[in-house]
């Protein structure tokens, strides 16, 4: 069975760090653009990420341009979104989803169930 699993997700205060993972069971990561994702309570999915297969292409939100950060390790199958000078409207479940279209892309083909950050003081 093809799946994602998010992990990394946190309690941080403003102004603090977490770097997100994504691992694939059952398939290689390696081949597929990853995209990152997150929903507030009561909000939208945002997309604030991608990067693609060679991991030679990324794409990012304005809200989290210069902040965020996505990389891949194919020794491990895993995309990392690292994330820094985090604020309170970053507070969401971040899901990861892969799909076989270059970054960006809209249509995406694999997701996980998300990991909630919770950024607070």
């Known amino acids: 069975q093809l799946r994602l699993v998010e992990s990394g997700g946190d309690l941080v205060q403003p102004g603090g760090s977490l770097r997100l993972s994504c691992a694939a069971s059952?398939?290689?990561?390696?081949?597929?653009?990853i995209g990152w994702f997150r929903q507030a309570p009561g909000k939208e999915r945002e997309r604030i990420s991608c990067?693609?297969?060679?991991?030679?292409?990324?794409n990012y939100a304005d809200s989290v341009k210069g902040r965020f950060t996505a990389s891949r390790d194919y020794a491990k199958n895993t995309v990392y979104l690292q994330m820094h000078s985090l604020k309170p409207e970053d507070t969401a479940v971040y899901y990861c989803?892969?799909?076989?279209?270059?970054?960006?892309?809209?249509?995406?083909?694999?997701w996980g169930q998300g990991t909630q950050v919770t950024v607070s003081s």
């Open positions: 990067i693609s297969s060679s991991g030679t292409s990324t």
């Open positions: 059952g398939f290689t990561l390696n081949y597929y653009t």
């Open positions: 989803a892969a799909t076989r279209y270059g970054c960006p892309t809209t249509v995406y083909d694999y």
